[in-house]
């Protein structure tokens, strides 16, 4: 292989005037960062709401949450952002096809969101498979006590819940930071784009892609450590995991 | 107190689990159900606080209809106090907290007024000392106790019991039934579905007979256990005093 390797092309200036080109991926991986973080706040959001449907004995509630869920999950994330950020607009009225195109930042927005409520689907099936782990008396001993279906959820069904899916809600946590550079596809130049822009610069391919890597990489542990401690801070003493 | 007059249930459309049940429990009188398993005894005892609902037929509940459609539910079941076969401790909840969460959420009392009563009654059934531990950290007779703490607190007018010491091992079973055989000397209403005829002779003012979903004999507690008028009673009684 003919391949010039070249470590130091990170300190040296980047086309666009403004800083080095490790100054482009760290741009990058600011906006993956946020873009994930936002999407991850939707996703736990509408999640939560889903998976509660899902789980009320109520036929209507969760027939809402059964088709809320295969429409999010059955379709490509690609086709969803796709549908979001060109086929929306043109969609709507006139007048709001036109402001959706006009907002600022709009390929930010399409991605948390879209992300966000993409994986607010997986959280959704999540959650539910959780209420529905924990024995039956656990309702009947809340409504029993005269709490109401909401309360029953917030004080005892949901705290539980979270805690048995802590696990499988990291990964989805994981895939949300990578889901986040698809959007690379409607013009968010979030850390692969900018690897891929560096790329093009300068025709260091190796050293763009091996930088961006380590920087998911680095999320990625900061999250894993991160869901880590916050469930041994939640673990309850004596119980299953919780020794 | 609680009267239950024909009340028939059918889950699905040919099983019938309770057929034409009628019985009451007046202010102060301990009833024990009993009856080989698949009865309908607990099911009966789960209608009473509308756990369960049933289609025909109805109960009322100090004065209050519980299958009216406009009955506060919530409300209703705040003021009977119920203990399950498997506890049902919130298993997130420090031991006191278990005591205090529907005192303030469905009763409204301040938190200090809820201390005062939880501590009271954890004292009451012996294990103030465990007040801050998490249920998972006790064993099934003091969890049970702790569940008869947590119904109490919400000053019941009448207690249900479903089988509170059948999921207890035999050595831990005298500790809870000491504990209600003192209720049951304080006045207390209750309805306790048990197979401890030991309990039953001892505090029980009647004892119901039920079997496969129909009650077969309501006698006072002496005419019961002298000379049970039914043959499936008899053979009953036999069985599980043989041993």
């Not at chain 1, 939707?42 to 939560?48: N, Q, R, S, V």
């Not at chain 1, 539980?160 to 889901?179: D, Q």
């Not at chain 1, 190796?206 to 450590?225: C, D, G, K, S």
């Not at chain 2, 606080?49 to 459609?69: C, H, R, S, T, Y």
Request: glycine content about 8%; overall charge neutral.
């Amino acid at each position: 292989m003919n391949y010039n390797w070249n470590w130091h092309i990170f300190f040296e200036p980047n086309p666009t005037g403004a800083g080095t080109y490790l100054d482009m991926l760290v741009a990058g991986l600011l906006l993956t960062i946020q873009t994930a973080l936002l999407a991850w706040v939707i996703a736990l959001i509408f999640g939560t709401i889903i998976g509660i449907l899902r789980s009320l004995p109520s036929r209507t509630a969760s027939w809402i949450g059964f088709g809320y869920v295969e429409f999010f999950r059955n379709m490509p994330l690609l086709v969803q952002l796709f549908l979001w950020f060109f086929v929306l607009p043109e969609l709507l009225p006139r007048g709001a096809g036109l402001w959706l195109k006009q907002i600022p930042n709009a390929p930010f927005w399409t991605a948390a969101i879209g992300v966000g409520l993409f994986m607010s689907a997986r959280v959704a099936v999540q959650l539910a498979a959780g209420i529905a782990s924990l024995p039956r008396g656990q309702k009947n001993a809340a409504t029993a006590l005269g709490l109401t279906t909401a309360q029953g959820y917030r004080y005892v069904l949901l705290p539980m819940a979270f805690r048995i899916i802590m696990p499988p809600l990291t990964s989805e946590f994981l895939n949300t930071v990578k889901n986040t550079s698809v959007a690379i596809t409607i013009g968010l130049i979030e850390l692969t784009g900018q690897a891929r822009a560096m790329q093009e610069f300068s025709f260091q391919v190796f050293e763009a892609f091996t930088a961006a890597t380590v920087m998911y990489l680095a999320i990625n542990i900061v999250v894993v450590t991160g869901m880590r401690f916050l469930e041994r801070s939640l673990a309850i003493p004596g119980y299953i995991t919780g020794k | 107190m609680i009267e239950i007059s024909h009340v028939n249930k059918w889950y699905g459309p040919s099983f019938q689990v309770l057929k034409d049940c009628t019985t009451s429990v007046a202010k102060g009188e301990v009833v024990v159900v009993c009856g080989p398993s698949g009865s309908g005894k607990s099911t009966l005892i789960k209608c009473v606080n509308a756990l369960e609902p049933f289609q025909e037929g109805q109960i009322i509940l100090d004065g209050i209809k519980v299958n009216d459609p406009k009955t506060d539910l919530p409300k209703l079941r705040a003021r009977v106090g119920m203990v399950f076969q498997h506890f049902e401790l919130f298993p997130h909840l420090r031991i006191i907290e278990n005591l205090c969460l529907a005192q303030e959420k469905v009763l409204g009392r301040s938190h200090d007024e809820a201390m005062a009563k939880g501590d009271k009654l954890l004292d009451r059934v012996g294990l103030k000392a465990h007040a801050t531990k998490y249920p998972a950290e006790l064993s099934g007779g003091q969890q049970q106790r702790v569940a008869i703490a947590r119904a109490l607190a919400m000053d019941p007018i009448a207690m249900l019991f479903d089988e509170p010491t059948s999921a207890l091992d035999p050595e831990m079973i005298s500790e809870v039934l000491d504990v209600m055989v003192d209720l049951a000397h304080e006045g207390m209403t209750m309805m306790v579905v048990t197979h401890e005829m030991g309990f039953a002779s001892k505090v029980a003012h009647r004892v119901i007979f039920m079997d496969k979903g129909e009650i077969v004999e309501d006698a006072l507690k002496t005419d019961f256990f002298g000379s049970p008028r039914s043959e499936r009673a008899q053979k009953f009684l036999s069985k599980i005093l043989s041993h």
